[in-house]
C-alpha cells in the first residue's frame, strides 16, 4: 500500500528495486534484466534519492528492503 509519503517510482526502477532485493549482486541483477551494470547502479542511486527527497532515507540495502515492504511493493511471503 502505497502511503503519502511515498516516493513516485517509475516501473523500471520498481523493477530493478525489486531484483536486487530478490538476487545477491548488482551483477546478478544486470544479467537478468539485460542492463549494465552501471545502470543497475543509476537506478538505485535515483531511487535512493527519491526516497530522501520524501525524508525517508535508505542508505542500504536493506533500508530499501524496508520501505519496499512499508509502501506494499513486496511481501514477506516474497522473499
Known sequence: MKTADSPSLSRREVQVLLTWIRCDSKAE???ELYI???TVNTHLARIRGKYDEVGRTAPTKMALLARALQD???GIDEL
Open 36 to 38: 549494465a551494470e552501471g
Open 29 to 31: 541483477v544486470s544479467r
Open 72 to 74: 506494499g511493493l513486496i
